[in-house]
C-alpha cells in the first residue's frame, strides 16, 4: 500500500474533466506547482518588474482556465512544463503588445501566492543570459522538492514520525557545509540509539523520494512523460 | 515552510538520486558509472581513508532477486583474485534490505577509449592478451563472464587491463570453466533472472547463441566469442597518428574470425588457444587458425631476417658493381 494514500491522480488530466470541481482542482495543483517558476521566467526571460511579473502571472493562469489554453497540450510533440512555458511566452508577449497585463485585479480571481517568497529567490539568482528552458526547469524541480516536503511533513505528522522529519530537516534541509550534525550527535540529542537515527532517517529519505514521484506524477499526462520528468529530476529511470 | 534554496534543493536531489548509506564507514561521492542494474559511486572508507568505488543497485532496483544477484556478485569476485580483476573490499547492507559492492578505485580509462587514442598493433595486441589471460583464470576458475565488451574493460594508469562487470557472470558446476560443463542444470550457478531463456550479453557483442537466449550451453566458447569481438575492435582502430592506415594482417583476422564463428564448435575450445595463436603471430609463427599461402610463407619466414637480408643484398650489389667496374 502507498505510503501516500490516495495516489495522486495526474492534474494534467483532471484539467480536461467535464466536472467543474474536478477541472478546478486540477487547475489548483498545476498553479501551486507552476505558479513561481513562472513569476521566476518573467523576471529574468522578459525583463518584468515585480508587479508586473505578479500582474502578468495571476493573468496567465486565469487566462489559461478561461480560454482552456493549458488543456490543448499534446503529449507526444512536447512535456507539459515546456507547453506551459511556451504558452506563458505567448501570453507574456500578447500582454506587452497590447499592454493589458497591467489592468490589475481586473476580471479574474487573484490567487494568495506568496510573490515575496518568489522575488526573494528572483533576486538572488545573478544568471542574465542563462538558459530559460533551464532555468524554468530548475524552478520547477524546486518546485516538486518543496511540495514533496510538505507532504512529507504532513504524512510524518499524521503516523506519528515526527522526531525523524526533525532529523530529516536538520541533516538534509536545514544544513549547510559543516553545520550538518552526525548521526552520533543526533542519537544523543533524542536519546536515542544510533541505529534508531539511521533507521529515522532511511525511513524518512524513502519516503521523501516517493513524495517527490507522486508530485512529478500529478503534474504529468501520462507515463512517458512521467518517466522524462523524473529523470529530470532524479536524473535516473524511476522504474 | 519556505521555498528550499539552491543548496538545499541541491542536496534533496542527491537524496533522490543516491542510496542512503547512512553515517557508517563509507562516505558517498560521485557518481562515476552505471550499468543496466547498478550504479557506481566513488566513496571514502574513513576507517583506513582511502578512496574506493561503491556499486549499488539503481533505487528502483530492489527486488529480492536483485539484491541475490549483486551479493553473488560480490561472493563470485571475492574468489577471483588476480590482477586483471578488480578486488571487492566489503559487502555491505543498507537499511532497505539492498546491498553495495565496495571495490577498489580504479584510474583509467575504458579499452575502446585507449585504442582510438592511436595505439601501435603490437601494444593492441599485448592489452588484448592481458584481457584473454584474464578471462583464462577466471574460466581456470570455473567462472564465465557472458558481456565481455570494450566498455567492461579498463586500462589502468600502469597499462594493467582489468575485465569489469561481472553482474552477469555464471558459476559452472565444479571449479574448471574450461572442461566442458554440459551437465550443469540450465539456471545452476547462474545469477538469479539470468537462467536459460534470458538473454544475457549487449547486442553487437553476444554470441550468437546468446542472443537467442541460451547462455549456457557453449561454455567458455562463449567468452572466445566476446573475446573474437574485442580482438576484431582492436584490430580496427587506428594505428599511431601520422602512421598510414594499414589493413589488419590476414592471420590476426583469421584468429578473430575463427573466434567469432556462428557454431561454437567451429571456435577455439577455450581461450588459451586462442591466445596462443595471438602469441605466434607475434612471435613469428604460424597462425594455426590462418591458411597461408605460399607467399605469405616466404613472406613470414624472411620477415625476421628482413635487415640482414638487405644487408646481404646492398653487399652483394656493391660486389657486382666493383667487379663490372674491375672489369672494364
Redesign the interface.
Known sequence: MSAFPPTRHSAVVAIRSQDPGERSRGYDAIVAAYWRPAYIHLRHRWGAAPEDARDLVQGFFADAFEKGTLERFEPGRARFRTWLRVCLDGYAGHAREAATALKRGGGWTRLALDFDGAERIAGELQAPGADPDEMFRREWARSVLEGALADLSTWAAERGHDTGFRMFLAVDVESDGGARPTYDELAQAHGLPVTTVTNHLHRMRREFRRAALERIRALTLDEQEFRDEARALLGEDPA | ?????????A???R???TP?L??GRYELGERIG?GGMG?VHVGLDRRLDREVAIKFL????LAASDVARLRREALLLARLEHPGIVPVHDLGE???GGVFLVMKRVRGRGLDAVVQGGVPLGERLRLFLQLADTIAFAHAAGVLHRDLKPANVMVGTFGEVLAMDWGVARVVAGSDATTETRSATPSEGSPPGTGAGTVIGTPGWMAPEQARGDAISSGVRMDVFGLGRMLGMLLEAPGPAGAAARTPPAPLRSIARRATAEAPADRYPDVPEMAADVRRFLDGERVLAHHETPAERVRRVLAPHTIAIVLIGAYVLVRALLFAINRR
Request: proline share 11%; charged share 35%.
Open positions: 515552510m519556505k521555498a528550499p534554496d539552491d543548496a538545499t534543493v542536496r534533496l536531489q537524496i533522490l538520486d542512503d547512512g553515517d552505471e550504479v539503481r533505487p528502483g532496483a543498507l537499511p532497505d
